[in-house]
C-alpha cells in the first residue's frame, strides 16, 4: 500500500560451524529484500561475532525472525538475548519461532502425506495389517515444553516423532531402523542431512511447499 514503509528484517538461524550459512538461508535473504524493498539480515547462532542488524525506527521495526523448528535452547534463551540487543539500536517485534507457525504445521502434514507408502506394520494378534506412520527426524529436546510440542506435532501431522542428533546416522552406526518413510525436521543443510541418502534428507527450504510458506508469510509483513 501507498505509505507503507517495509519494516528491515533479522532472519536468525542455527548455521553451519564456523558461521557458514547454508546457500537456501542466503538465497532466501535475497529474495526477501529484494521483494520487500527493505533490508534482510542473516544471524547465524554458530558465528563467533554477530553481524550488524538493520536497524528499526517506529514507523517500521525491525522484525526479529527466529527460523528454528523447534522449541529448544536455541528459541527459549538465545532469541530473547539477541532481540534485548537489538532493542538498544531501534523497536524490534519478534515473531513467533518458525515451527510454531500454523501454516508450517500444514505444510508439514501435507508433506508427510505425500511421502512415498510406508512399509507394513507386523501383524498383531488378531489383527490385519497396518500402514506404519511417518517418522519426523527431528533433533533431541528436553523438558515438559519440548514434550508437548512433539506430542502436538505428532497430533497435527500423523507423524511419529524420532529424536535424532545432528550427528547422526555417523558413517560407523548402524542404518536409522525406520519402519516407514521419513522426513528430517531440518530447515537447511546440516549434519543430519548431509548423512542421510538423498531420497530421505532434503531440507525443507530446499523442497518449494516449505520456502512458498515462508516467503508468503515474511513478504505481507508490513
Known sequence: ????????????????????????????ARELEAGRGAPVGLEALTAGEPPEAPRGSAAAPLALVPLFLLPGSHVRR???????????????????????????????AAELAELPAPLEAPLEAGGSPAPAAPWLLHHPLEGPLGTAFLAHLEAVTGARCRATPYSA??????????????????????????ALPPSLGLPLLQRPRFRAVVLEALMALP
Open 78 to 108: 538465545d532469541v530473547p538475548r539477541i532481540a534485548e540487543r537489538c532493542r538498544r539500536r531501534g523497536p524490534v517485534r519478534r515473531l513467533p519461532f518458525l515451527g510454531a507457525w500454523p501454516a508450517w504445521q500444514r505444510a508439514l
Open 169 to 194: 546416522p555417523n558413517p560407523e552406526d548402524a542404518p536409522l531402523p525406520l519402519s516407514g518413510p521419513a522426513l528430517p525436521l531440518a530447515l537447511a543443510a546440516n549434519r543430519l542431512t548431509d
Open 1 to 28: 500500500m501507498p505509505g507503507i514503509i517495509a519494516s528491515p528484517l533479522l532472519l536468525v538461524v542455527h548455521g553451519r560451524a564456523g558461521g557458514v550459512i547454508p546457500a537456501e538461508l542466503q538465497a532466501l
